[in-house]
């Protein structure tokens, strides 16, 4: 006999972005670190502008980890620097981080639904180990079966045993899920 996974009735809102078949999720992350670097010389001061393209971040956020040199400008400022102090690089020169993040846009053949909702904690128990869990570990996977691909979504977390258990979501209707987040609107106070 299954074990039934019911909604929260707690959790059940209406979906702000019902109907929609388009998602707009975060996608790459490119990170351009530009480093200036100066040296003296006879001639004045040879200043390097060096620009790099990574997508990760050392753990102080002030370098780029693993970044691809892709540009390099040179300018020498000339100047006496019989003791002297070299001028500063110049004025359109300067150190930066920035992060910049894609957006990518999601199509989608099913359009969101109007309601969302999370299900409740329950216990399962793996058919082979016996092993009781949280539903939520069960675990995924696919493999071949001759010439067909097999897929599982209650693969027990503990054993490895595909199909271990059997689960069935509580389904209702928009109907029943609107009247459910009616009751969930808190009630306004009368001055």
């Known amino acids: 006999m299954p074990t039934k996974i019911k909604i929260n009735r707690k959790s059940v809102k209406k979906n702000p972005n019902a109907g929609q078949s388009v998602h707009h999720l975060p996608g790459r992350i490119t990170i351009t670190q530009v480093?200036?670097?100066?040296?003296c010389t006879d001639g004045g001061a040879v200043y390097r502008k060096r620009t790099y393209i990574g997508s990760k971040l050392s753990p102080d956020k002030q370098q780029l980890v693993d970044g691809h040199l892709v540009g390099e400008e040179t300018r020498t400022i000339e100047y006496n620097n019989a003791g002297q102090?070299?001028?500063?690089?110049?004025?359109?020169?300067?150190d930066s981080i920035s992060v910049n993040t894609s957006i990518q846009e999601i199509h989608s053949l099913t359009p969101q639904p109007n309601w969302l909702y999370e299900y409740e904690d329950a216990e399962?128990?793996?058919?082979?180990?016996?092993?009781?869990f949280p539903w939520e570990k069960l675990e995924s996977d696919y493999g071949w079966d001759a010439d067909d691909e097999i897929y599982s979504n209650s693969v027990c977390p503990e054993c490895g045993a595909w199909e271990c258990?059997?689960?069935?979501?509580?389904?209702?209707?928009?109907?029943?899920?609107?009247?459910?987040?009616?009751?969930?609107?808190?009630?306004?106070?009368?001055?």
């Open 165 to 191: 258990c059997e689960i069935e979501f509580e389904k209702l209707s928009d109907k029943e899920l609107e009247a459910i987040a009616k009751l969930n609107k808190p009630k306004r106070r009368k001055k």
């Open 35 to 39: 480093m200036i670097t100066g040296e």
């Open 85 to 94: 102090f070299p001028p500063p690089p110049p004025p359109d020169w300067k």
């Open 124 to 132: 399962v128990e793996c058919s082979i180990c016996r092993s009781e």
